[in-house]
Protein backbone atom coordinates (compact mmCIF):
# COMPACT_ATOMS: atom_id res chain seq x y z
CA UNK A 1 0.00 0.00 0.00
CA UNK A 2 1.12 3.01 -0.52
CA UNK A 3 2.16 5.55 2.70
CA UNK A 4 3.18 9.07 2.47
CA UNK A 5 5.58 10.35 5.77
CA UNK A 6 5.92 14.16 6.76
CA UNK A 7 9.10 13.84 9.01
CA UNK A 8 8.06 17.08 10.66
CA UNK A 9 5.47 17.09 12.62
CA UNK A 10 5.94 21.25 13.34
CA UNK A 11 7.52 23.70 11.59
CA UNK A 12 8.19 27.44 12.51
CA UNK A 13 9.84 30.33 10.22
CA UNK A 14 9.74 34.35 10.30
CA UNK A 15 7.21 36.28 8.51
CA UNK A 16 9.04 37.08 5.07
CA UNK A 17 11.12 34.26 5.60
CA UNK A 18 10.90 31.19 3.36
CA UNK A 19 10.38 27.89 4.69
CA UNK A 20 10.49 23.71 3.08
CA UNK A 21 7.92 21.30 4.17
CA UNK A 22 8.98 17.71 3.77
CA UNK A 23 7.26 14.69 2.38
CA UNK A 24 8.11 11.55 0.77
CA UNK A 25 6.34 8.70 -0.37
CA UNK A 26 6.37 5.21 -1.33
CA UNK A 27 5.47 3.42 -4.27
CA UNK A 28 6.01 1.16 -7.18
CA UNK A 29 3.52 2.79 -9.49
CA UNK A 30 4.74 5.46 -12.25
CA UNK A 31 1.13 6.82 -12.69
CA UNK A 32 1.03 9.25 -9.90
CA UNK A 33 -0.10 12.47 -8.55
CA UNK A 34 1.00 14.21 -5.69
CA UNK A 35 -0.80 17.23 -3.72
CA UNK A 36 -0.29 20.11 -1.20
CA UNK A 37 -3.30 20.82 1.33
CA UNK A 38 -3.46 23.49 4.03
CA UNK A 39 -5.65 23.59 6.63
CA UNK A 40 -6.11 26.47 8.72
CA UNK A 41 -7.74 26.67 12.38
CA UNK A 42 -11.25 27.42 10.38
CA UNK A 43 -10.87 23.21 9.75
CA UNK A 44 -11.25 23.92 5.97
CA UNK A 45 -9.21 21.82 3.84
CA UNK A 46 -8.02 23.91 1.18
CA UNK A 47 -5.96 22.98 -2.34
CA UNK A 48 -2.34 24.44 -2.24
CA UNK A 49 -0.77 22.58 -5.20
CA UNK A 50 -0.60 19.93 -7.16
CA UNK A 51 1.45 17.63 -9.66
CA UNK A 52 1.30 15.43 -12.10
CA UNK A 53 4.16 12.59 -11.88
CA UNK A 54 4.99 12.82 -15.41
CA UNK A 55 5.68 16.05 -15.32
CA UNK A 56 9.45 16.93 -14.73
CA UNK A 57 8.67 20.64 -13.98
CA UNK A 58 7.94 22.05 -10.50
CA UNK A 59 4.80 23.37 -10.16
CA UNK A 60 4.26 27.05 -8.86
CA UNK A 61 1.37 28.89 -7.29
CA UNK A 62 2.65 32.34 -6.28
CA UNK A 63 4.55 31.98 -3.14
CA UNK A 64 4.34 27.97 -3.18
CA UNK A 65 6.21 26.32 -5.31
CA UNK A 66 7.58 22.50 -5.36
CA UNK A 67 10.82 20.36 -5.27
CA UNK A 68 9.53 16.95 -6.75
CA UNK A 69 11.98 14.66 -6.95
CA UNK A 70 10.67 11.60 -8.54
CA UNK A 71 13.67 8.97 -8.05
CA UNK A 72 13.85 9.78 -4.41
CA UNK A 73 10.06 9.79 -4.11
CA UNK A 74 10.07 13.44 -2.29
CA UNK A 75 7.68 16.02 -2.61
CA UNK A 76 8.63 19.07 -0.45
CA UNK A 77 6.35 22.41 -0.04
CA UNK A 78 8.65 25.72 0.01
CA UNK A 79 6.97 28.80 0.95
CA UNK A 80 8.42 31.94 0.24
CA UNK A 81 8.05 35.52 1.57
CA UNK A 82 5.60 33.52 4.31
CA UNK A 83 2.70 35.17 5.70
CA UNK A 84 0.77 35.26 9.18
CA UNK A 85 -2.33 33.84 7.20
CA UNK A 86 0.17 31.02 6.05
CA UNK A 87 -0.19 29.52 9.53
CA UNK A 88 -2.18 25.93 9.37
CA UNK A 89 -1.42 22.19 9.03
CA UNK A 90 0.06 21.64 5.81
CA UNK A 91 -0.66 17.84 4.11
CA UNK A 92 1.08 15.82 1.74
CA UNK A 93 -1.45 13.68 -0.08
CA UNK A 94 -0.81 10.93 -3.05
CA UNK A 95 -3.17 9.34 -5.66
CA UNK A 96 -2.09 6.77 -7.59
CA UNK A 97 -3.42 7.44 -11.48
CA UNK A 98 -7.08 5.83 -12.29
CA UNK A 99 -7.24 5.66 -8.32
CA UNK A 100 -10.12 7.93 -6.34
CA UNK A 101 -8.76 7.04 -3.06
CA UNK A 102 -6.28 10.23 -1.95
CA UNK A 103 -3.48 8.88 0.80
CA UNK A 104 -2.76 11.79 3.10
CA UNK A 105 0.19 12.20 5.21
CA UNK A 106 0.03 12.74 9.34
CA UNK A 107 0.25 16.72 8.85
CA UNK A 108 3.14 19.29 9.69
CA UNK A 109 1.92 22.20 12.00
CA UNK A 110 3.18 25.71 10.41
CA UNK A 111 3.82 28.85 13.10
CA UNK A 112 4.18 32.16 11.30
CA UNK A 113 6.33 34.61 13.50
CA UNK A 114 5.54 37.94 13.17
CA UNK B 1 -16.56 27.76 -0.79
CA UNK B 2 -17.31 25.30 -3.52
CA UNK B 3 -20.97 25.21 -2.66
CA UNK B 4 -20.53 22.06 0.13
CA UNK B 5 -22.76 22.14 3.36
CA UNK B 6 -21.99 19.53 5.57
CA UNK B 7 -24.74 18.36 8.39
CA UNK B 8 -24.72 18.80 11.23
CA UNK B 9 -21.80 20.78 12.22
CA UNK B 10 -21.45 18.99 15.55
CA UNK B 11 -23.16 15.99 17.04
CA UNK B 12 -22.84 14.42 20.41
CA UNK B 13 -24.07 10.73 20.28
CA UNK B 14 -24.33 7.90 22.62
CA UNK B 15 -22.61 4.32 21.93
CA UNK B 16 -24.99 2.08 19.80
CA UNK B 17 -27.01 4.44 18.26
CA UNK B 18 -27.44 5.17 14.88
CA UNK B 19 -26.13 8.41 13.20
CA UNK B 20 -26.34 10.10 9.86
CA UNK B 21 -23.98 12.59 8.64
CA UNK B 22 -25.63 14.86 5.74
CA UNK B 23 -23.46 15.99 2.54
CA UNK B 24 -25.07 18.66 0.12
CA UNK B 25 -23.46 20.23 -2.81
CA UNK B 26 -24.85 22.50 -5.28
CA UNK B 27 -22.13 22.06 -7.94
CA UNK B 28 -23.36 18.91 -9.79
CA UNK B 29 -20.44 17.47 -9.39
CA UNK B 30 -19.64 13.70 -10.38
CA UNK B 31 -17.56 12.17 -7.52
CA UNK B 32 -18.49 12.95 -3.65
CA UNK B 33 -16.25 11.34 -0.70
CA UNK B 34 -16.31 10.92 2.86
CA UNK B 35 -13.03 11.31 5.16
CA UNK B 36 -12.50 11.21 8.76
CA UNK B 37 -9.67 13.16 10.47
CA UNK B 38 -7.74 12.07 13.55
CA UNK B 39 -5.06 13.05 15.50
CA UNK B 40 -1.95 11.14 14.44
CA UNK B 41 -3.85 9.86 11.20
CA UNK B 42 -4.52 12.57 8.73
CA UNK B 43 -7.41 12.07 6.78
CA UNK B 44 -8.66 8.66 5.82
CA UNK B 45 -10.86 7.87 3.28
CA UNK B 46 -13.71 5.96 4.00
CA UNK B 47 -16.19 5.53 1.23
CA UNK B 48 -16.82 7.55 -2.26
CA UNK B 49 -19.62 8.10 -5.08
CA UNK B 50 -18.48 8.52 -8.92
CA UNK B 51 -22.57 8.93 -9.41
CA UNK B 52 -26.12 7.98 -8.13
CA UNK B 53 -25.81 4.98 -6.32
CA UNK B 54 -22.19 4.31 -6.96
CA UNK B 55 -20.16 3.88 -4.03
CA UNK B 56 -17.25 2.10 -3.48
CA UNK B 57 -14.92 1.77 -0.11
CA UNK B 58 -12.17 3.26 1.11
CA UNK B 59 -9.22 2.19 3.61
CA UNK B 60 -11.21 2.58 6.47
CA UNK B 61 -14.86 1.53 5.75
CA UNK B 62 -15.98 -1.08 8.36
CA UNK B 63 -18.68 0.16 10.63
CA UNK B 64 -19.92 2.68 8.23
CA UNK B 65 -22.35 3.05 5.00
CA UNK B 66 -23.33 5.30 2.56
CA UNK B 67 -26.16 6.14 0.65
CA UNK B 68 -26.48 8.51 -2.45
CA UNK B 69 -30.11 8.96 -4.26
CA UNK B 70 -29.39 12.40 -5.31
CA UNK B 71 -26.17 14.01 -7.42
CA UNK B 72 -26.60 16.73 -4.77
CA UNK B 73 -26.64 14.28 -1.40
CA UNK B 74 -24.30 11.54 -0.02
CA UNK B 75 -24.93 10.74 3.63
CA UNK B 76 -22.59 8.40 5.77
CA UNK B 77 -24.18 6.38 8.40
CA UNK B 78 -22.76 4.81 10.99
CA UNK B 79 -24.80 1.73 12.32
CA UNK B 80 -24.23 1.65 15.75
CA UNK B 81 -22.18 4.19 17.08
CA UNK B 82 -18.34 3.21 18.96
CA UNK B 83 -16.18 5.21 20.62
CA UNK B 84 -13.64 4.76 18.30
CA UNK B 85 -15.52 6.57 15.43
CA UNK B 86 -15.40 9.78 17.56
CA UNK B 87 -13.75 12.04 14.83
CA UNK B 88 -14.02 14.89 12.55
CA UNK B 89 -15.75 13.50 9.28
CA UNK B 90 -14.96 16.21 6.18
CA UNK B 91 -16.87 15.09 3.09
CA UNK B 92 -15.60 16.76 -0.51
CA UNK B 93 -16.54 17.01 -3.88
CA UNK B 94 -14.81 16.58 -7.43
CA UNK B 95 -16.20 17.22 -10.91
CA UNK B 96 -14.43 14.68 -13.00
CA UNK B 97 -12.60 12.48 -10.04
CA UNK B 98 -8.88 12.45 -8.47
CA UNK B 99 -8.07 9.80 -11.77
CA UNK B 100 -9.05 12.62 -14.47
CA UNK B 101 -6.61 15.04 -11.80
CA UNK B 102 -10.17 16.94 -10.77
CA UNK B 103 -9.33 18.75 -7.85
CA UNK B 104 -11.25 17.77 -4.36
CA UNK B 105 -13.30 20.16 -2.78
CA UNK B 106 -13.61 19.70 0.66
CA UNK B 107 -16.58 20.62 3.10
CA UNK B 108 -16.14 21.97 6.68
CA UNK B 109 -16.06 19.11 8.56
CA UNK B 110 -18.33 17.40 10.97
CA UNK B 111 -17.34 16.97 14.97
CA UNK B 112 -18.68 13.53 16.23
CA UNK B 113 -18.25 12.78 19.24
CA UNK B 114 -19.58 9.23 21.02
CA UNK B 115 -20.02 8.55 24.67
Known amino acids: AQTVTQSQPEMSVQEAETVTLSCTYD???????LFWYKQPPSRQMILVIR??????QNATENRFSVNFQKAAKSFSLKISDSQLGDAAMYFC???????????FGKGTKLTVNP | DAGITQSPRHKVTETGTPVTLRCHQT?????MYWYRQDPGHGLRLIHYSYGVKDTDKGEVSDGYSVSRSKTEDFLLTLESATSSQTSVYFC??????????????FGNGTRLTVT
Open chain 1, 51 to 56: QEAYKQ
Open chain 2, 27 to 31: ENHRY
Open chain 1, 27 to 33: TSESDYY
Open chain 1, 93 to 103: AYSQGGSEKLV
Open chain 2, 92 to 105: AISDWGISYNSPLH
